[in-house]
Protein backbone atom coordinates (compact mmCIF):
# COMPACT_ATOMS: atom_id res chain seq x y z
CA UNK A 1 0.00 0.00 0.00
CA UNK A 2 1.46 3.27 -0.61
CA UNK A 3 2.14 5.74 1.79
CA UNK A 4 0.22 9.18 1.71
CA UNK A 5 3.00 11.18 3.13
CA UNK A 6 5.48 10.11 -0.10
CA UNK A 7 5.95 13.28 -2.44
CA UNK A 8 5.94 13.59 -5.90
CA UNK A 9 9.16 13.51 -7.72
CA UNK A 10 9.97 16.83 -8.89
CA UNK A 11 8.73 18.03 -12.54
CA UNK A 12 11.76 19.02 -14.74
CA UNK A 13 11.20 21.18 -18.07
CA UNK A 14 10.01 24.64 -19.14
CA UNK A 15 7.53 26.58 -17.76
CA UNK A 16 5.70 28.95 -20.86
CA UNK A 17 7.01 32.11 -19.18
CA UNK A 18 10.51 30.97 -19.24
CA UNK A 19 10.31 29.32 -23.14
CA UNK A 20 9.03 32.81 -24.44
CA UNK A 21 11.82 34.58 -22.55
CA UNK A 22 14.45 32.11 -24.33
CA UNK A 23 12.88 32.69 -27.52
CA UNK A 24 13.03 35.98 -27.50
CA UNK A 25 16.30 36.37 -25.89
CA UNK A 26 17.52 33.90 -29.04
CA UNK A 27 15.06 36.29 -31.46
CA UNK A 28 17.41 39.29 -30.60
CA UNK A 29 20.44 37.51 -30.91
CA UNK A 30 19.45 36.17 -34.30
CA UNK A 31 18.63 40.32 -35.51
CA UNK A 32 21.43 41.76 -33.91
CA UNK A 33 23.83 39.04 -35.91
CA UNK A 34 22.40 39.35 -39.52
CA UNK A 35 24.36 42.23 -40.71
CA UNK A 36 27.40 40.62 -40.40
CA UNK A 37 26.33 37.44 -41.45
CA UNK A 38 25.52 39.09 -44.80
CA UNK A 39 28.93 41.21 -44.79
CA UNK A 40 30.56 37.61 -44.36
CA UNK A 41 28.85 35.77 -46.69
CA UNK A 42 29.35 38.85 -49.54
CA UNK A 43 33.20 39.30 -48.91
CA UNK A 44 33.28 35.27 -49.20
CA UNK A 45 31.74 35.74 -52.58
CA UNK A 46 33.91 38.29 -53.49
CA UNK A 47 36.97 36.01 -52.48
CA UNK A 48 35.88 33.00 -54.02
CA UNK A 49 35.30 35.26 -57.64
CA UNK A 50 38.69 36.54 -56.64
CA UNK A 51 40.39 33.68 -56.18
CA UNK A 52 38.48 31.86 -59.29
CA UNK A 53 39.87 34.72 -61.60
CA UNK A 54 43.24 34.39 -60.32
CA UNK A 55 43.30 29.94 -60.57
CA UNK A 56 41.91 30.77 -64.35
CA UNK A 57 45.18 33.12 -65.42
CA UNK A 58 47.33 30.78 -63.79
CA UNK A 59 45.87 27.47 -65.77
CA UNK A 60 45.80 29.87 -68.98
CA UNK A 61 49.21 30.51 -68.31
CA UNK A 62 49.99 26.70 -67.72
CA UNK A 63 48.77 25.64 -70.37
CA UNK A 64 50.15 28.01 -72.73
CA UNK A 65 53.35 27.32 -71.59
CA UNK A 66 52.71 23.31 -71.54
CA UNK A 67 51.37 23.28 -74.97
CA UNK A 68 53.70 25.73 -76.49
CA UNK A 69 51.01 28.03 -77.97
CA UNK A 70 49.12 31.12 -77.15
CA UNK A 71 46.49 30.41 -74.60
CA UNK A 72 43.86 32.93 -73.97
CA UNK A 73 41.83 33.74 -70.84
CA UNK A 74 38.56 35.50 -71.48
CA UNK A 75 35.84 37.25 -69.44
CA UNK A 76 32.17 37.04 -70.53
CA UNK A 77 28.67 36.70 -69.79
CA UNK A 78 28.25 33.69 -72.20
CA UNK A 79 28.10 30.28 -70.76
CA UNK A 80 31.61 28.83 -70.04
CA UNK A 81 31.03 25.42 -72.06
CA UNK A 82 32.84 23.89 -74.37
CA UNK A 83 29.67 24.15 -77.33
CA UNK A 84 30.06 27.89 -76.82
CA UNK A 85 34.00 28.42 -76.99
CA UNK A 86 33.71 29.73 -80.39
CA UNK A 87 30.65 32.65 -79.50
CA UNK A 88 32.06 33.57 -76.51
CA UNK A 89 31.29 37.20 -76.19
CA UNK A 90 34.16 39.26 -74.43
CA UNK A 91 33.15 41.82 -71.61
CA UNK A 92 35.02 43.49 -69.34
CA UNK A 93 32.57 42.96 -66.44
CA UNK A 94 31.59 39.41 -67.85
CA UNK A 95 31.05 37.14 -64.25
CA UNK A 96 32.60 33.57 -66.29
CA UNK A 97 35.52 33.22 -67.53
CA UNK A 98 36.71 30.77 -70.11
CA UNK A 99 40.44 29.48 -71.05
CA UNK A 100 40.62 28.55 -74.27
CA UNK A 101 43.95 27.72 -76.99
CA UNK A 102 43.79 31.19 -79.17
CA UNK A 103 43.16 30.89 -82.83
CA UNK A 104 44.13 34.41 -84.43
CA UNK A 105 41.60 34.04 -87.02
CA UNK A 106 38.63 33.62 -84.57
CA UNK A 107 37.76 29.96 -85.73
CA UNK A 108 37.30 27.81 -82.37
CA UNK A 109 36.26 24.39 -81.89
CA UNK A 110 35.23 22.68 -79.22
CA UNK A 111 39.02 20.96 -79.05
CA UNK A 112 40.35 24.61 -78.29
CA UNK A 113 38.17 24.61 -74.70
CA UNK A 114 40.35 24.20 -71.44
CA UNK A 115 38.05 25.32 -69.23
CA UNK A 116 35.61 27.38 -68.19
CA UNK A 117 33.93 29.17 -64.48
CA UNK A 118 30.13 29.92 -64.17
CA UNK A 119 29.76 33.07 -61.76
CA UNK A 120 26.82 30.54 -60.43
CA UNK A 121 29.74 28.47 -58.78
CA UNK A 122 29.94 30.70 -55.42
CA UNK A 123 29.95 34.16 -56.43
CA UNK A 124 26.74 35.48 -57.75
CA UNK A 125 26.59 38.16 -55.98
CA UNK A 126 29.59 40.46 -57.55
CA UNK A 127 30.67 42.66 -59.72
CA UNK A 128 33.85 42.15 -62.12
CA UNK A 129 35.57 45.27 -63.43
CA UNK A 130 39.04 44.46 -65.68
CA UNK A 131 40.94 47.08 -67.52
CA UNK A 132 41.07 43.89 -70.11
CA UNK A 133 38.13 41.31 -71.31
CA UNK A 134 41.07 38.88 -73.08
CA UNK A 135 44.25 38.14 -71.74
CA UNK A 136 46.94 35.67 -73.93
CA UNK A 137 49.36 33.67 -72.60
CA UNK A 138 52.49 33.33 -75.06
CA UNK A 139 54.42 29.95 -75.01
CA UNK A 140 57.01 31.33 -72.53
CA UNK A 141 54.16 32.55 -69.73
CA UNK A 142 54.44 36.19 -70.59
CA UNK A 143 51.33 38.37 -71.60
CA UNK A 144 50.37 39.77 -74.74
CA UNK A 145 50.48 42.61 -75.56
CA UNK A 146 53.28 42.91 -72.93
CA UNK A 147 51.04 45.39 -70.51
CA UNK A 148 50.16 44.93 -66.96
CA UNK A 149 46.52 44.63 -66.49
CA UNK A 150 44.06 44.14 -63.61
CA UNK A 151 40.68 42.67 -62.52
CA UNK A 152 39.03 44.05 -59.42
CA UNK A 153 35.69 42.16 -57.29
CA UNK A 154 33.69 44.68 -55.83
CA UNK A 155 30.28 44.28 -53.86
CA UNK A 156 27.41 44.60 -55.99
CA UNK A 157 25.82 47.09 -53.16
CA UNK A 158 28.43 49.44 -52.79
CA UNK A 159 29.72 49.16 -56.09
CA UNK A 160 33.12 51.13 -54.89
CA UNK A 161 35.81 49.54 -52.79
CA UNK A 162 35.71 50.76 -49.13
CA UNK A 163 39.02 51.62 -46.99
CA UNK A 164 40.62 48.73 -45.63
CA UNK A 165 39.16 49.29 -41.94
CA UNK A 166 35.08 48.90 -43.46
CA UNK A 167 32.97 46.39 -43.52
CA UNK A 168 33.44 44.81 -46.95
CA UNK A 169 36.67 45.28 -49.22
CA UNK A 170 36.77 44.84 -53.20
CA UNK A 171 40.13 42.97 -54.33
CA UNK A 172 41.68 42.53 -57.44
CA UNK A 173 43.96 40.53 -59.40
CA UNK A 174 47.25 41.73 -61.07
CA UNK A 175 48.31 40.50 -63.77
CA UNK A 176 52.18 41.87 -65.01
CA UNK A 177 53.46 41.72 -68.24
CA UNK A 178 55.61 38.80 -67.47
CA UNK A 179 52.75 36.73 -66.53
CA UNK A 180 52.87 37.08 -62.99
CA UNK A 181 49.62 37.06 -61.01
CA UNK A 182 49.16 38.85 -57.91
CA UNK A 183 45.91 38.84 -55.53
CA UNK A 184 45.75 41.90 -53.50
CA UNK A 185 43.42 44.89 -51.80
CA UNK A 186 43.21 48.26 -53.59
CA UNK A 187 42.36 49.98 -50.09
CA UNK A 188 45.73 49.22 -48.74
CA UNK A 189 48.85 50.87 -49.94
CA UNK A 190 51.57 48.10 -51.14
CA UNK A 191 54.21 50.56 -49.32
CA UNK A 192 52.99 50.04 -45.57
CA UNK A 193 51.44 46.15 -46.23
CA UNK A 194 52.40 43.41 -48.22
CA UNK A 195 48.48 42.63 -49.31
CA UNK A 196 48.47 46.05 -51.05
CA UNK A 197 47.87 46.85 -54.68
CA UNK A 198 50.13 49.79 -55.14
Request: with cysteine.
Amino acid sequence: MLSCSRKYAAQKGFTLVELMIGLSILALLVLLALPSYRTWIQGTQIRTATESIQNGLQLAKAEAVRRNANVQFLLTDTDPVATNVGSAVPSVDGRNWIVRIHQPDGNYSAADFVQGRARSEGSSNVLIAASQSSIIFLPLGRVSPGVDSDVTVENPAGGSCVAAGGEMRCLQVRISAGGRTRMCDPALSLATNPQGCA
